[in-house]
Nanobody
Framework: VQLQAYGGGLVQPGGSLRLSCAAS????????IGWFRQAPGKEREGVSCISSSDGSTYYADSVKGRFTTSRDNAKNTVYLQMHSLKPEDTAVYYC??????????????WGQGTQVTVSS
């Protein structure tokens, strides 16, 4: 039971990337899915969360208006669309599960992350 984030890469400032979070061994339908990131020398921070019940979304202030999370239950995948990327968005991005999006804590099923590098 694990999640895998993928789709990262090198992008110029102002560019866009779409990350995907796929599950193996279970379906994502019943879980809230959070996106997190960790930059070198910094603590892991919550980026976004999408609920399982009604698809409500929540974002950290640092990405609000630039990032959008969505889910496709038929594909058992959750996405993080990132626009207007900044160098400070550079980090390893992870996805994880929770019962609901009421906190950045309590997430599980962490998998390997994907590196996003924003640089000219």
């Amino acid at each position: 039971v694990q999640l895998q984030a993928y789709g990262g890469g090198l992008v110029q400032p102002g560019g866009s990337l779409r990350l995907s979070c796929a599950a193996s061994g279970f379906t994502l339908d019943y879980y809230a899915i959070g996106w997190f990131r960790q930059a070198p020398g910094k603590e892991r921070e919550g980026v976004s969360c999408i609920s399982s019940s009604d698809g409500s979304t929540y974002y950290a202030d640092s990405v609000k208006g630039r990032f959008t999370t969505s889910r496709d239950n038929a594909k058992n995948t959750v996405y993080l669309q990132m626009h207007s990327l900044k160098p400070e968005d550079t980090a390893v991005y992870y996805c994880a599960t929770a019962l609901r999006c009421n906190s950045w804590y309590g997430f599980g099923s962490w998998g390997q992350g994907t590196q996003v590098t924003v640089s000219s």
